[in-house]
């Protein structure tokens, strides 16, 4: 069986699971007023938090952060990029965010919502996990990945090799190049990424 039946299949467990848990637990009779639950996938319990920056005229400003423990364990804090007014909630699987392209359906009001505009790729977020999957959809795809990186580094506030701590998967479709398409190309500048073609 190839990685990509691997990764449709654990996709497919992954939205069942979280779908069975939003049935079983939403609306739980058992849920008191007076025990509030803590905010559900928020990374680390109450870390998106106010950051006090100063800007050119010396007034304090708040600029949100988001923390949250990457696969090695340690703990990266980012800008706050699901609370940006661009990224988007897909409402069809929970915790699931999209920060740029579309959410690859439209709703019954017929809105297609959809995060940063972009045709080359699309990055989407699993809050309970802190998984971003990064899609290349357009070729060359040395150029549309590094396209995807200045993305992240920006709209998380990373510089360069910091990213390379995230949980994280860049890949590409087989209909846009089956030459890459069973494997995690990795970030172009992290060790063990794939070489591709600019």
Not at 78 to 106: M, R, W
Request: hydrophobic residues 40%; contains cysteine; charged residues 10%.
């Amino acid at each position: 069986m190839s990685m990509k039946w691997y990764i449709i299949i654990g996709t497919a467990f992954i939205i069942i699971a979280i779908g069975s848990y939003v049935v079983f637990f939403s609306g739980s009779p058992t849920e008191s007023v007076n025990n509030p639950q803590p905010t559900a996938g928020l990374p680390i319990s109450g870390s998106i938090t106010p950051n006090p920056s100063t800007s050119g005229g010396g007034t304090a400003t708040s600029s949100p952060t988001i923390s949250f423990a990457t696969p090695s364990g340690a703990v990266v804090t980012v800008k706050d990029f699901i609370h940006n007014g661009e990224t988007v909630q897909d409402v069809q699987n929970p915790g699931s965010y999209v920060l740029a392209g579309s959410l690859g359906y439209c709703l019954a009001d017929g809105s297609c919502p959809k995060g940063a505009s972009t045709m080359d790729f699309s990055v989407s977020y699993d809050e309970k996990n802190h998984f971003f999957n990064i899609i290349l959809l357009a070729e060359p795809l040395g150029a549309v990945r590094l396209e995807a990186e200045r993305f992240i580094a920006n709209r998380l506030g990373l510089a360069g090799k910091d990213a390379c701590n995230l949980n994280y998967f860049v890949g590409t479709p087989y209909w846009v190049n089956a030459a890459y398409d069973d494997r995690n190309l990795g970030f172009s500048f992290c060790p063990g990424a794939t070489p591709l073609p600019k």
